[in-house]
C-alpha cells in the first residue's frame, strides 16, 4: 500500500546519501523512480541530487510554486515511486499535492526538520502534520552525543538571526545536541553585547554627571551619584548579571587588577556594577579611564 514517508535528520545525517540508495533499491528491483528536488537547493548542480559522500543522481527541480502532482503526471510512462530530497523547502501546499500521491505511489520525503533558529521549515510543518510514516535519521554532535538542532556559523560564532534560507555568504552548518547549541548561542549573545560596547566606549568622554543634590546653604542633602547617559545604562543592565567572584578585596585596587580570562572579566564588571552604591561614581572612572574598554577586549579575544 502507498504511504507518504517523512524521513528527517539534522545536517551532515546523510539523509540525500539515504534518499539516493533508496532510489537504488527501488530501480534494481525493477521499479522506476521519479526524483525530485527543489530549485532553492542550489549546493548541487541543477537537475542533479549529489551528497556529500559521493553518491548522485539525475532528478527533476521544482520551484515554489510549482504543482507536483503535474509533474508526476506529465511523466510517461508514469513512475513507480517518487522521492524527494531537501523536502523540508517544499510549501504546505506541495506536501498536500505530495500527500495526495501518495494514496496511489509511495512518496518518500527526505529533509530537515527545523532550521537555524530552531524552528521548522514549512515543508517540514506540513509532513509532521500528514505523513503515515515519520522517521529519524540519526547523527552526532561533535561531543558525542545525539545531534537534534542545526546550527549556522559565520566565523566561527553561531548565527542568531537572518533569512531561514541564505544562499552564497561564508556561512556554514553544524548539526549540534542541545547543550552544544545552547552553549554557542550564549558565547554569541555575549560577542554582540562585546561589540556593542567595545564601539560605544571607545570614544567616550563622559558616561555621566554627578548629581548632589544640595540645599540653598550648600548641604548635601543625600548621598551624591551619577547619573549615567543612556549608553552605560543599557551596559549595566547587560553586564550586571554575570556571576561575581568574591573580589571584596580586589575592588580598592580594581584599576590595576589584571584579570586572567574572559569570566574573570565579567566577573569583575558585574562586581563593579553592583558595587555602585556603596562606591558611587565607580563605573564612571572605569569606562572613562578606559579600563572597562580593556576588559571587554579580552572578553572578545577568548569568544
Ligand atoms: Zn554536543
Not at 11 to 35: D, E, P
Not at 183 to 208: C, P, Q, R, W
Amino acid at each position: 500500500m502507498a504511504k507518504l514517508y517523512y524521513k528527517f535528520g539534522a545536517m551532515g545525517s546523510s539523509k540525500t546519501a539515504s534518499a539516493l540508495m533508496c532510489r537504488f533499491n527501488y530501480i534494481q528491483k525493477g521499479q522506476s523512480v521519479l526524483l525530485l528536488k527543489p530549485a532553492l537547493d542550489t549546493r548541487s548542480k541543477k537537475g542533479e541530487v549529489t551528497s556529500r559522500i559521493g553518491l548522485s543522481a539525475p532528478c527533476t527541480t521544482f520551484e515554489k510554486d510549482d504543482n507536483l502532482l503535474s509533474i508526476y503526471e506529465s511523466q510517461n510512462p508514469k513512475q513507480d515511486v517518487v522521492i524527494v530530497d531537501e523536502c523540508q523547502f517544499c510549501t504546505k501546499k506541495q506536501i498536500d499535492q505530495l500527500r495526495d500521491l501518495a494514496e496511489d505511489v509511495p512518496v518518500l520525503c527526505y529533509g530537515l526538520k527545523t532550521n537555524f533558529k530552531t524552528e521548522l521549515f514549512e515543508g517540514s510543518k506540513r509532513l509532521l502534520e500528514v505523513a503515515d510514516s515519520i522517521c529519524e535519521i540519526k547523527s552526532i554532535c561533535e561531543c558525542g552525543k545525539k545531534a537534534i538542532l542545526n546550527g549556522r556559523f559565520s566565523k566561527n560564532h553561531l548565527v542568531l538571526n537572518g533569512e531561514e534560507v541564505k544562499i552564497g555568504g561564508d556561512e556554514s552548518y553544524k548539526s549540534l545536541c542541545y547543550s552544544c547549541y545552547k552553549k554557542e548561542k550564549e558565547k554569541s549573545m555575549l560577542l554582540e553585547k562585546v561589540d556593542k560596547y567595545l564601539t560605544l566606549f571607545k570614544n567616550i568622554e563622559s558616561a555621566g554627571v554627578w548629581n548632589t543634590d544640595t540645599s540653598a546653604d550648600s548641604i548635601v542633602l543625600q548621598k551624591p551619584e551619577v547619573l549615567y547617559v543612556d549608553d552605560v545604562k543599557s551596559f549595566i543592565s547587560d553586564f550586571k548579571d554575570f556571576p561575581p567572584k568574591s573580589y571584596e578585596a580586589t575592588l580598592q585596587s580594581m584599576k590595576k587588577y589584571k584579570p586572567e580570562n574572559k569570566d574573570d572579566c565579567l566577573a569583575l564588571i558585574s562586581l563593579a556594577i553592583k558595587a555602585e552604591k556603596e562606591k558611587p561614581g565607580l563605573v564612571k572612572s572605569l569606562v572613562e579611564n578606559k579600563i572597562i574598554l580593556k576588559w571587554l577586549k579580552q572578553i572578545k579575544a577568548e569568544l
